[in-house]
């Protein structure tokens, strides 16, 4: 079992930066590949980026390409969001998810492990 908790989220101007963390226990990080997902009220929770077991592979979505890096540091078990020039539409509610030996994958599906999700706000 592998147990995943959100920290970092807040309410930040637009422009502003925020930098999400994703703290893991349980198995070896340095096996897991990590994905970041968002969902903003009355929508469905969407793929935001991605990262490989080995790090050697990252993905994005198309709308935080060039703003968010996704990053793992398996000495920590923690994996990070750094979210940069922040716009009120990425405001939502921000989870990070785990898969062993995961491969950097962009569908919620490929995800067995989950966190509780941490408040992302940006106002205008």
């Known amino acids: 079992q592998v147990q995943l908790v959100e920290s970092g989220g807040g309410l930040v101007q637009a422009g502003g930066s925020l930098r999400l963390s994703c703290a893991t226990s349980?198995?070896?990080?340095?096996?897991?590949?990590m994905g970041w997902f968002r969902q903003a009220p009355g929508k469905e929770r969407e793929f935001v980026a991605a990262?490989?077991?080995?790090?050697?592979?990252?993905a994005y979505a198309d709308s935080v390409k060039g703003r968010f890096t996704i990053s793992k540091e398996n000495a920590e078990n923690t994996g990070y969001l750094q979210m940069n020039s922040l716009k009120p539409e990425d405001t939502a509610v921000y989870y990070c998810?785990?898969?062993?030996?995961?491969?950097?994958?962009?569908?919620?599906?490929?995800?067995?492990?989950w966190g509780q999700g941490t408040q992302v706000t940006v106002s205008s």
């Open positions: 998810a785990a898969q062993f030996l995961g491969v950097g994958a962009v569908t919620r599906e490929a995800y067995g492990y």
């Open positions: 990262i490989s077991w080995s790090g050697g592979r990252t």
């Open positions: 349980g198995r070896s990080f340095s096996t897991y590949g």
